[in-house]
Protein backbone atom coordinates (compact mmCIF):
# COMPACT_ATOMS: atom_id res chain seq x y z
CA UNK A 1 0.00 0.00 0.00
CA UNK A 2 2.90 2.35 0.65
CA UNK A 3 4.25 1.63 -2.93
CA UNK A 4 0.92 2.16 -4.49
CA UNK A 5 0.70 5.83 -2.44
CA UNK A 6 4.16 7.07 -3.64
CA UNK A 7 3.44 6.41 -7.22
CA UNK A 8 -0.35 6.96 -7.76
CA UNK A 9 -0.94 10.06 -9.51
CA UNK A 10 -4.83 9.95 -10.12
CA UNK A 11 -4.70 7.87 -13.17
CA UNK A 12 -5.05 4.25 -11.21
CA UNK A 13 -2.16 1.67 -10.62
CA UNK A 14 -1.34 -1.96 -11.77
CA UNK A 15 -0.64 -4.53 -9.43
CA UNK A 16 1.06 -7.48 -11.84
CA UNK A 17 0.75 -10.23 -9.38
CA UNK A 18 2.31 -13.51 -9.87
CA UNK A 19 0.29 -16.45 -9.05
CA UNK A 20 1.41 -17.83 -5.53
CA UNK A 21 -0.98 -17.80 -2.28
CA UNK A 22 0.85 -15.12 -0.64
CA UNK A 23 1.10 -12.36 -3.45
CA UNK A 24 -2.73 -13.31 -4.50
CA UNK A 25 -3.89 -12.88 -1.18
CA UNK A 26 -2.21 -9.56 0.04
CA UNK A 27 -2.69 -8.22 -3.27
CA UNK A 28 -6.39 -8.40 -3.17
CA UNK A 29 -6.23 -6.83 0.41
CA UNK A 30 -4.50 -3.96 -0.93
CA UNK A 31 -6.86 -3.52 -3.85
CA UNK A 32 -9.70 -3.64 -1.61
CA UNK A 33 -8.42 -1.32 1.05
CA UNK A 34 -7.33 1.21 -1.85
CA UNK A 35 -10.41 1.40 -3.15
CA UNK A 36 -12.18 2.48 -0.21
CA UNK A 37 -9.61 5.42 -0.27
CA UNK A 38 -10.81 6.23 -4.17
CA UNK A 39 -7.38 4.95 -5.29
CA UNK A 40 -8.64 2.47 -8.60
CA UNK A 41 -6.41 0.10 -8.47
CA UNK A 42 -6.76 -3.12 -11.21
CA UNK A 43 -4.51 -6.76 -11.03
CA UNK A 44 -3.19 -8.88 -13.82
CA UNK A 45 -2.42 -12.38 -12.56
CA UNK A 46 0.41 -14.22 -14.59
CA UNK A 47 0.45 -17.69 -14.38
CA UNK A 48 3.16 -19.35 -16.95
CA UNK A 49 4.43 -22.57 -15.82
CA UNK A 50 3.44 -24.80 -17.66
CA UNK A 51 4.86 -27.71 -15.42
CA UNK A 52 1.98 -27.22 -13.38
CA UNK A 53 -0.79 -29.18 -15.00
CA UNK A 54 -4.22 -27.28 -13.69
CA UNK A 55 -3.97 -23.94 -15.49
CA UNK A 56 -5.60 -21.60 -12.23
CA UNK A 57 -2.58 -23.00 -10.13
CA UNK A 58 0.09 -22.43 -12.54
CA UNK A 59 2.43 -20.08 -10.81
CA UNK A 60 4.05 -16.79 -11.91
CA UNK A 61 7.08 -17.03 -13.44
CA UNK A 62 9.02 -15.23 -16.32
CA UNK A 63 5.56 -13.81 -18.06
CA UNK A 64 5.66 -11.11 -15.51
CA UNK A 65 8.85 -9.73 -16.61
CA UNK A 66 6.88 -9.27 -20.16
CA UNK A 67 4.03 -7.94 -18.22
CA UNK A 68 5.57 -5.48 -16.41
CA UNK A 69 7.52 -4.37 -19.39
CA UNK A 70 4.89 -3.90 -21.82
CA UNK A 71 2.12 -2.19 -18.80
CA UNK A 72 5.22 0.22 -18.32
CA UNK A 73 5.08 1.40 -22.06
CA UNK A 74 1.37 1.45 -22.51
CA UNK A 75 1.64 3.66 -19.24
CA UNK A 76 4.38 6.25 -21.06
CA UNK A 77 2.24 6.32 -23.90
CA UNK A 78 -0.73 7.79 -21.91
CA UNK A 79 -3.22 4.87 -22.34
CA UNK A 80 -5.83 4.61 -20.09
CA UNK A 81 -5.70 2.20 -16.67
CA UNK A 82 -8.23 -0.01 -18.68
CA UNK A 83 -5.96 -0.03 -21.92
CA UNK A 84 -2.78 -0.68 -19.92
CA UNK A 85 -4.18 -3.50 -17.97
CA UNK A 86 -5.96 -5.32 -21.24
CA UNK A 87 -2.67 -5.14 -23.41
CA UNK A 88 -0.61 -6.55 -20.13
CA UNK A 89 -2.87 -9.03 -19.44
CA UNK A 90 -2.35 -10.35 -23.06
CA UNK A 91 0.84 -10.28 -22.79
CA UNK A 92 1.01 -12.56 -19.80
CA UNK A 93 -1.78 -14.42 -21.54
CA UNK A 94 0.50 -15.29 -24.28
CA UNK A 95 3.54 -16.13 -22.61
CA UNK A 96 4.56 -19.93 -21.20
CA UNK A 97 7.41 -20.71 -18.94
CA UNK A 98 9.21 -23.67 -17.66
CA UNK A 99 12.16 -24.00 -15.45
CA UNK A 100 14.59 -26.51 -14.59
CA UNK A 101 17.17 -26.66 -11.68
CA UNK A 102 20.94 -28.73 -11.98
CA UNK A 103 21.31 -28.93 -8.10
CA UNK A 104 18.83 -28.41 -5.19
CA UNK A 105 17.53 -25.61 -3.56
CA UNK A 106 19.40 -23.06 -1.43
CA UNK A 107 17.38 -21.44 0.74
CA UNK A 108 19.20 -19.75 3.72
CA UNK A 109 18.53 -23.14 6.24
CA UNK A 110 20.93 -24.62 3.42
CA UNK A 111 24.74 -24.78 4.15
CA UNK A 112 24.87 -25.23 -0.12
CA UNK A 113 22.88 -26.65 -2.60
CA UNK A 114 22.85 -30.56 -2.75
CA UNK A 115 24.03 -31.79 -5.81
CA UNK A 116 21.68 -33.93 -7.86
CA UNK A 117 22.93 -37.25 -9.18
CA UNK A 118 25.18 -37.16 -12.33
CA UNK A 119 23.40 -36.58 -15.80
CA UNK A 120 20.19 -35.49 -13.41
CA UNK A 121 18.13 -32.43 -13.87
CA UNK A 122 15.09 -31.13 -11.63
CA UNK A 123 12.61 -30.38 -14.20
CA UNK A 124 9.27 -27.60 -12.97
CA UNK A 125 11.04 -26.19 -10.54
CA UNK A 126 9.46 -22.55 -8.61
CA UNK A 127 11.93 -19.46 -7.95
CA UNK A 128 10.93 -19.91 -4.21
CA UNK A 129 12.42 -23.21 -3.64
CA UNK A 130 9.44 -25.22 -5.04
CA UNK A 131 10.36 -28.53 -6.07
CA UNK A 132 10.35 -30.23 -9.38
CA UNK A 133 10.46 -33.57 -10.69
CA UNK A 134 13.96 -35.16 -10.98
CA UNK A 135 14.52 -36.82 -14.62
CA UNK A 136 17.49 -38.34 -16.15
CA UNK A 137 19.01 -36.34 -18.97
CA UNK A 138 21.52 -36.92 -21.70
CA UNK A 139 22.67 -33.73 -22.34
CA UNK A 140 21.77 -29.85 -23.30
CA UNK A 141 19.79 -30.73 -26.28
CA UNK A 142 17.56 -33.32 -24.09
CA UNK A 143 16.93 -30.77 -21.52
CA UNK A 144 16.10 -28.60 -24.15
CA UNK A 145 13.29 -30.72 -25.73
CA UNK A 146 11.96 -31.76 -21.78
CA UNK A 147 11.19 -27.69 -20.93
CA UNK A 148 10.18 -26.55 -24.95
CA UNK A 149 8.33 -29.27 -25.61
CA UNK A 150 5.80 -28.31 -22.67
CA UNK A 151 5.60 -24.87 -23.57
CA UNK A 152 4.88 -25.37 -27.32
CA UNK A 153 2.22 -28.57 -26.49
CA UNK A 154 0.32 -25.45 -24.18
CA UNK A 155 0.27 -22.77 -26.55
CA UNK A 156 -1.83 -22.79 -29.95
CA UNK A 157 1.93 -21.76 -31.76
CA UNK A 158 1.81 -21.93 -35.55
CA UNK A 159 4.85 -21.86 -38.24
CA UNK A 160 5.71 -18.82 -38.91
CA UNK A 161 4.49 -17.12 -35.27
CA UNK A 162 7.46 -14.77 -33.68
CA UNK A 163 8.18 -15.29 -30.16
CA UNK A 164 10.21 -13.27 -27.82
CA UNK A 165 12.49 -15.27 -26.09
CA UNK A 166 13.39 -15.33 -21.91
CA UNK A 167 16.18 -17.50 -20.82
CA UNK A 168 17.05 -16.43 -17.32
CA UNK A 169 19.46 -18.18 -14.82
CA UNK A 170 18.39 -19.12 -11.58
CA UNK A 171 21.27 -17.23 -9.63
CA UNK A 172 23.64 -19.78 -9.84
CA UNK A 173 24.77 -20.26 -13.92
CA UNK A 174 27.86 -18.79 -15.54
CA UNK A 175 26.47 -16.61 -18.50
CA UNK A 176 28.04 -18.74 -21.07
CA UNK A 177 26.50 -21.76 -19.79
CA UNK A 178 22.97 -19.77 -20.74
CA UNK A 179 24.07 -18.79 -23.73
CA UNK A 180 24.61 -22.55 -24.50
CA UNK A 181 21.67 -22.88 -23.34
CA UNK A 182 20.35 -20.19 -25.23
CA UNK A 183 22.02 -21.41 -28.68
CA UNK A 184 20.13 -24.66 -28.55
CA UNK A 185 16.63 -23.13 -27.55
CA UNK A 186 17.04 -21.23 -30.46
CA UNK A 187 17.63 -24.04 -32.63
CA UNK A 188 15.04 -26.00 -31.30
CA UNK A 189 12.49 -23.17 -31.94
CA UNK A 190 13.67 -22.67 -35.36
CA UNK A 191 13.48 -26.23 -36.14
CA UNK A 192 9.83 -25.97 -35.10
CA UNK A 193 9.32 -23.02 -37.61
CA UNK A 194 8.98 -20.03 -35.29
CA UNK A 195 10.75 -16.96 -35.47
CA UNK A 196 12.84 -15.78 -32.46
CA UNK A 197 12.21 -11.51 -33.03
CA UNK A 198 13.52 -10.62 -29.73
CA UNK A 199 15.20 -12.50 -26.73
CA UNK A 200 16.96 -11.49 -23.26
CA UNK A 201 19.66 -13.90 -21.84
CA UNK A 202 20.79 -13.26 -18.32
CA UNK A 203 19.34 -13.34 -14.66
CA UNK A 204 16.39 -11.50 -14.75
CA UNK A 205 14.24 -14.44 -12.60
CA UNK A 206 16.34 -15.96 -10.09
CA UNK A 207 16.18 -18.31 -7.19
CA UNK A 208 18.76 -17.19 -5.18
CA UNK A 209 21.98 -19.33 -5.96
CA UNK A 210 20.71 -22.28 -7.83
CA UNK A 211 21.73 -23.85 -11.31
CA UNK A 212 19.77 -24.25 -13.94
CA UNK A 213 17.20 -21.39 -15.70
CA UNK A 214 14.05 -20.60 -16.65
CA UNK A 215 12.53 -20.49 -20.22
CA UNK A 216 9.82 -17.85 -21.65
CA UNK A 217 7.96 -17.80 -24.91
CA UNK A 218 5.74 -14.96 -25.59
CA UNK A 219 3.56 -14.69 -28.51
CA UNK A 220 4.09 -11.94 -30.40
CA UNK A 221 1.94 -9.36 -32.34
CA UNK A 222 2.83 -5.98 -33.61
CA UNK A 223 1.40 -4.18 -31.12
CA UNK A 224 3.65 -6.10 -28.18
CA UNK A 225 6.15 -6.14 -30.16
CA UNK A 226 5.89 -1.64 -30.84
CA UNK A 227 5.56 -1.38 -26.69
CA UNK A 228 8.63 -3.93 -26.48
CA UNK A 229 10.64 -1.97 -28.46
CA UNK A 230 9.88 1.50 -27.23
CA UNK A 231 12.73 2.96 -24.58
CA UNK A 232 13.15 1.87 -21.40
CA UNK A 233 15.83 2.85 -18.50
CA UNK A 234 15.81 0.62 -15.63
CA UNK A 235 18.20 -1.17 -14.01
CA UNK A 236 17.25 -4.30 -15.55
CA UNK A 237 16.53 -2.84 -19.06
CA UNK A 238 17.85 -0.57 -20.94
CA UNK A 239 17.17 0.17 -24.69
Known sequence: MAATHAVEQGAGVVYIVKNYAGAVFNSDICVEELNREGICVRKV??????????????RGLGAALFAIRIAGAAAEEGRTLEQVVSVSQRAADNARSMGFATNMDTLPRSAHAAPLDENTVELGVGI?????????VDGIAEIVEQVLQPILDDFPYQTGDRVLLLVSGLGGTPPLELYLYFQHIHQFLERRGLTV????VGNYLTSLGRGGCTVTLM?????????????????ALHW
Open 219 to 235: SLDDELLDLWDAPVHTP
Open 45 to 58: LVHDDVSIPDTANR
Open 128 to 136: HGEPGAERR
Open 197 to 200: ERTL
